[in-house]
C-alpha cells in the first residue's frame, strides 16, 4: 500500500471509529426508556468481531462521550473495565470459529455480561461507599432484578451480532481499505 493510501486508511478509520463509538451512544440514549435494555453489548461484540483489537477504539469513544454527557463521576469508573471485558470476552472467540457456534456464542457472551454487570460494578461501589463483603452481596442482590432484565434483553438482541458483523465485513470489503 502506497503512503497515501496508508494516510487515507488511518483517516477512513478514524471517520469510521468515530462514528460507531457514537452510534453506540445514540442507540443509548434512544433505548433509555427500557431499564436495562440496550444494544451497547451487541454493538461492542459486533465491533470485535469485525476488527477484533481495533474495536477498542469505537468502545472507548462510547465510553468517552458518555463520561461527556453525564459526567465523569464514580459511575463512569466502572464503564473503564466493564467494556473491556465484553471486549476481552469477544476476543476469545477466533475468526475461524464456525458460524454456527458464533451465532450460540455471542449472544450467550452478551447475555452473561448482563446479568454479571451488576456484580462487575459492585467491588468499585463497595470502596466507594465503605460497604464490606456483606453489604456488596446485598448490593448485588437489590439489583439482580435490573440484572435479569439485562440478560433478557441482551439475549434477544444478542441474535443480531452475527449478522450485523457479517455486514460490517462485507460493507469493508467493498472498500479499497479492507479486502
Known amino acids: 500500500m502506497k503512503n497515501s493510501d496508508s494516510a487515507s486508511k488511518k483517516i477512513f478509520e478514524l471517520v469510521l471509529f468515530a462514528m460507531l463509538g ?3 451512544f445514540a442507540s443509548d440514549i434512544a433505548m433509555e426508556a427500557l431499564p436495562n435494555v440496550h444494544i451497547v453489548g451487541v454493538l461492542a461484540i459486533a465491533y470485535t468481531a469485525t476488527f477484533r483489537a481495533k474495536a477498542l477504539i469505537p468502545i472507548y469513544i462510547y465510553v468517552f462521550i458518555t ?4 459526567g465523569f463521576a464514580f459511575w463512569w469508573v466502572a464503564y473503564l473495565y466493564v467494556w473491556l471485558i465484553l471486549w476481552g470476552m469477544a476476543m476469545l472467540i477466533p475468526r475461524s470459529a464456525p458460524k ?3 451465532a450460540v456464542l455471542y449472544p450467550t457472551i452478551c447475555a452473561l455480561h448482563g446479568l454479571l454487570f451488576g456484580v462487575l460494578n459492585a467491588p468499585l461501589y463497595a470502596i466507594a461507599y465503605g460497604m464490606g463483603f456483606d453489604g456488596m452481596i446485598a448490593w448485588i442482590a437489590s439489583g ?4 435479569i432484565i439485562h440478560m433478557i434483553g441482551n439475549l434477544g ?3 443480531l451480532i452475527l449478522p450485523l458483523s457479517e455486514l ?3 460493507i469493508l470489503k467493498k472498500t479499497r481499505f479492507y479486502r
Open 157 to 159: 438482541f444478542g441474535l
Open 22 to 24: 457514537a452510534l453506540m
Open 144 to 147: 439482580l432484578g435490573f440484572d
Open 67 to 70: 463520561g461527556l454527557v453525564y
Open 100 to 102: 454456527a457456534l458464533c
Open 168 to 170: 460490517m465485513t462485507g
